[in-house]
């Protein structure tokens, strides 16, 4: 069952919500809220994603997936996706109601990609509000609720838009042998992994610009991580253009994207709006 719910991906998101909280100042209790109401979120997400797609999964045999290998049910993941949903919501609302509206859109954005929007040219869209409301999430989980900065809210935006492609490159073959038809599917593998890595070193350009404007003092840390952004991505588009898919190439969008969330967990309290 825990693999069902794509334990990797929801506990990264959770870990980073938590450290973003803790830097912007939320308190003790209420860091522990905000994690577990991430965490019951993403969980949601993750056994919806493997409920929703149970026949597509079989069809394609994929040994990696429990439901198509026979080590768990698709009602009893299912009955997990619901239960996540029921847990996350009451946890969000402890938060404050603004808190609870921007974490709740972001858990429904996640469920309508399952749903529907990954078969689509919009399926990027969920990926850019789920990521987008995260730093927002966090500053309204403050006892005083304030708002996210706005360039917070956009490096996540192309954060979670260059993680879309990242996630679904390496699936791209089987998802193709079911009809799925999203953004990447419609763009093909090598301008999918250039817009990755434009995505992440874009969003590397912006935190860099926002940290050094509101907080001089880490402006050498902005510095170098533009830098490594940018390289990263030259290197990462230089492999994409001129040779085959390699596991490498996976590996660097990966590397980019973790620039980008040390910029913003770097950020701490300037993440907060005034």
Same mark, same amino acid.
């Given at each position: 069952?825990?693999?069902?719910?794509?334990?990797?991906?929801?506990?990264?998101?959770?870990?980073?919500?938590?450290?973003?909280?803790?830097?912007?100042?939320?308190?003790?209790?209420?860091?522990?809220?905000?994690?577990?109401?991430?965490?019951?979120?993403?969980?949601?997400?993750?056994?919806?994603?493997?409920?929703?797609?149970?026949?597509?999964?079989?069809? @394609? $045999?994929? /040994?990696?997936?429990? !439901? %198509? +290998?026979?080590?768990? =049910?698709?009602?009893?993941?299912?009955? &997990?996706?619901?239960?996540?949903?029921?847990?996350?919501?009451?946890?969000?609302?402890?938060?404050?109601?603004?808190?609870?509206?921007?974490?709740?859109?972001?858990?429904?954005?996640?469920?309508?990609?399952?749903?529907?929007?990954?078969?689509?040219?919009?399926?990027?869209?969920?990926?850019?509000?789920?990521?987008?409301?995260?730093?927002?999430?966090?500053?309204?989980?403050?006892?005083?609720?304030?708002?996210?900065?706005?360039?917070?809210?956009?490096?996540?935006?192309?954060?979670?838009?260059?993680?879309?492609?990242?996630?679904?490159?390496?699936?791209?073959?089987?998802?193709?042998?079911?009809?799925?038809?999203?953004?990447?599917?419609?763009?093909?593998?090598?301008?999918?992994?250039? @817009? $990755?890595? /434009?995505?992440?070193? !874009? %969003? +590397?350009?912006?935190? =860099?610009?926002?940290?050094?404007?509101? &907080?001089?003092?880490?402006?050498?840390?902005?510095?170098?991580?533009?830098?490594?952004?940018?390289?990263?991505?030259?290197?990462?588009?230089?492999?994409?253009?001129?040779?085959?898919?390699?596991?490498?190439?996976?590996?660097?969008?990966?590397?980019?994207?973790?620039?980008?969330?040390?910029?913003?967990?770097?950020?701490?309290?300037?993440?907060?709006?005034?």
């Amino acid at each position: 069952m825990i693999s069902a719910s794509h334990p990797g991906p929801a506990v990264a998101v959770t870990l980073v919500t938590v450290i973003l909280a803790a830097g912007v100042g939320v308190d003790t209790a209420r860091i522990v809220l905000v994690g577990a109401a991430m965490l019951a979120g993403q969980l949601s997400i993750g056994w919806s994603n493997d409920w929703i797609d149970a026949d597509r999964d079989v069809a @394609v $045999a994929r /040994a990696d997936k429990p !439901i %198509a +290998s026979g080590l768990v =049910s698709r009602s009893a993941v299912r009955r &997990a996706a619901i239960a996540a949903v029921v847990v996350a919501v009451p946890l969000s609302l402890l938060l404050g109601p603004l808190a609870a509206l921007v974490n709740i859109i972001g858990i429904a954005s996640g469920w309508s990609y399952n749903a529907w929007l990954k078969r689509t040219p919009a399926s990027g869209v969920p990926y850019l509000v789920t990521f987008g409301t995260l730093p927002l999430f966090v500053t309204l989980s403050l006892s005083e609720p304030r708002p996210a900065v706005w360039w917070a809210i956009v490096v996540g935006a192309l954060l979670g838009f260059g993680a879309h492609f990242a996630n679904v490159l390496p699936d791209l073959d089987d998802d193709a042998r079911t009809g799925v038809r999203g953004l990447p599917h419609i763009l093909g593998r090598r301008p999918s992994s250039v @817009v $990755a890595f /434009a995505s992440l070193a !874009i %969003a +590397s350009l912006v935190a =860099s610009i926002g940290i050094g404007s509101v &907080a001089p003092g880490l402006i050498v840390v902005a510095v170098i991580g533009l830098v490594a952004g940018v390289v990263i991505a030259i290197a990462g588009i230089t492999l994409a253009l001129t040779r085959p898919p390699t596991r490498l190439l996976f590996q660097l969008i990966i590397a980019s994207a973790v620039v980008d969330v040390v910029l913003l967990t770097t950020a701490g309290s300037s993440l907060v709006g005034r």
